[in-house]
Structure formats: C-alpha cells, structure tokens
T-cell receptor, first 115, second 109 residues
Framework: DAGVIQSPRHEVTEMGQEVTLRCKPI?????LFWYRQTMMRGLELLIYFNNNVPIDDSGMPEDRFSAKMPNASFSTLKIQPSEPRDSAVYFC?????????????FGPGTRLTVT | RKEVEQDPGPFNVPEGATVAFNCTYS??????FFWYRQDCRKEPKLLMS???SGNEDGRFTAQLNRASQYISLLIRDSKLSDSATYLC??????????FGTGTRLQVFP
C-alpha cells in the first residue's frame, strides 16, 4: 500500500513568492494533519482535518498560511507571501479513527527554503 | 514552558549498552502516550504506545508514571541501527498529538 505522498520534496523560493505544498493521505484514513518541523521549535501541529473538514487551525502561524482539503484524497498548504522564517520541513500525516491506536502515518515531508 | 519536555541529548553509547530516555508532560489531562522514532532527514514513525502498567516490545520498554507526569523509554542491548531521535508524544481527549522536541541517540561500534 502506498503511504502518505507529499510533493514537492524540496522547494526553494524567494521571499514574497507563493508556495503550495501538496499531500495525498493514505486511502481510507479520515484524519489529515499538517505539521512544521524546525530545529528550534521541533514538530508543531499547524492544522488538522476530519472527513475533509478543518477541526483545529490554532497552530497556523498567521494569515499568510492557509490549508484546504477539497476531497478525501488531497490537501494543500499554501503560504502567501512566503518569508525566510517559513523555512522548515513540512510534514503531512494521516490516521484512521477505526484503529484502536491513533497512529499517525507521516509523509516524507517537504523541505522548504525561502531566501 | 513546553508542554512535553525532553533532554535533547545527544546520548552517545556503545553497542550493547542500555540507555534510558525520560520525558515529562505538563497537562494532567493527557490520556495517551507514545514514543515515535525519527531517523535523520526522515519522517517520524510510531515506535510504541505507552501503557499505565508499562509495556515491552523486544529490547524496548516503556513506562508511565501519571502521578509524576513522567514517561520513560529503555533500550537494552543497543544496536547501531537504534541511532535516531526519539520523540515523546502525548494526546489529550482530542485527536491532536503533542510532540516533544526529541532526544538524539547515537550508538557507536
């Protein structure tokens, strides 16, 4: 079975540009999570969805960040305009409410560098 | 203060050694506890859940002390392949997981 798929794997962009990160969760999973990881702050939850509906976006740093989940197999995280402090690894993860243990399966991440 | 605190390490240990990591959490309402493992430049993966009575999975033993709000992970007979960052994770009565910043382990020959 395919795991969580993220694209692109690496993104280098200039300050002020729009960045769109993409995620395809594991088929059948009803939860999708977006995280950001930096050396200083570790892994931080940005937003999560249940059945394509955003449940908690309290971790989204500011209005420059937005996330959508138009269907059960696709989600995007957009940063507009990007800033150097947005440089980080962005992970998408999915999980199923049908499992006893709420294990989250992570994608390989998108390494974002904003210059 | 972070909700989940871990010693960042690194812990440098020889093959065959026993090593223990500790983690404290601040929210007494936390309900579930886990250890995740993250290899360098890779994604985190679930290592094991942590149960109140303590649990073992091969060379790995996890313990929970709710009164002290303390979680531990013990690795016996360390292997080179155990080198990674170990993330302590707690869950409240929601679907959110709160990750510690991780403890780095380096096992040398």
């Amino acid at each position: 079975d395919a795991g969580v798929i993220q694209s692109p794997r690496h993104e280098v962009t200039e300050m002020g540009q729009e960045v769109t990160l993409r995620c395809k969760p594991i088929s059948g999973h009803d939860y999708l999570f977006w995280y950001r990881q930096t050396m200083m702050r570790g892994l931080e939850l940005l937003i999560y969805f249940n059945n394509n509906v955003p449940i908690d976006d309290s971790g989204m740093p500011e209005d420059r960040f937005s996330a959508k989940m138009p269907n059960a197999s696709f989600s995007t995280l957009k940063i507009q305009p990007s800033e150097p402090r947005d440089s980080a690894v962005y992970f998408c993860a999915s999980s199923s409410s049908q499992r006893d243990i709420p294990e989250q399966y992570f994608g390989p991440g998108t390494r974002l560098t904003v210059t | 203060r972070k909700e989940v605190e871990q010693d960042p390490g690194p812990f440098n240990v020889p093959e065959g050694a026993t090593v223990a990591f500790n983690c404290t959490y601040s929210n007494s309402a936390s309900q579930s506890f886990f250890w995740y493992r993250q290899d360098c430049r890779k994604e985190p993966k679930l290592l094991m859940s942590v149960y109140s009575s303590g649990n073992e999975d091969g060379r790995f033993t996890a313990q929970l002390n709710r009164a002290s709000q303390y979680i531990s992970l013990l690795i016996r007979d360390s292997k080179l392949s155990d080198s990674a960052t170990y993330l302590c994770v707690v869950r409240h009565n929601t679907d959110k997981l709160i990750f510690g910043t991780g403890t780095r382990l380096q096992v040398f020959p």
